[in-house]
Nanobody, 116 residues
């Protein structure tokens, strides 16, 4: 069974930065697509950023130019660098992994709160 564990969430002031990490229990070479999603209170879960095969990267329009997704295959970790954070970025952030041979997997989520 594959596990994803997020870390790095917390409270940050508007304009600040955070880096989220997602550690996989298997080699992320086996997860052709890894991404970050978020869910704000009262809203549906939405895609934030996605990296497919480490080549194709997709960002939500609302985070383009501010967030960066990256993968460190040697550490089985995916990162989400978040800069210029806004109050509307407040949400629980989830890591997601997809494989052609394994069931889709989600992390437990990490809370990001942007507030002064």
């Amino acid at each position: 069974q594959v596990h994803l564990v997020e870390s790095g969430g917390g409270l940050v002031q508007p304009g600040g930065s955070l880096r989220l990490s997602c550690l996989a229990s298997i080699s992320i070479f086996e997860l052709h697509t890894m991404g970050w999603y978020r869910q704000a209170p009262g809203k549906e879960r939405e895609l934030v950023a996605r990296s497919s095969l480490g080549v194709s990267i997709t960002y939500a329009e609302s985070v383009k130019g501010r967030f960066t997704i990256s993968r460190d295959n040697t550490k089985n970790t995916v990162y989400l660098q978040m800069n210029s954070l806004k109050a509307e970025d407040t949400a629980v952030y989830y890591c997601n992994g997809r494989s052609s041979t394994l069931p889709e997997v989600w992390g437990q989520g990490t809370l990001v709160t942007v507030s002064s």
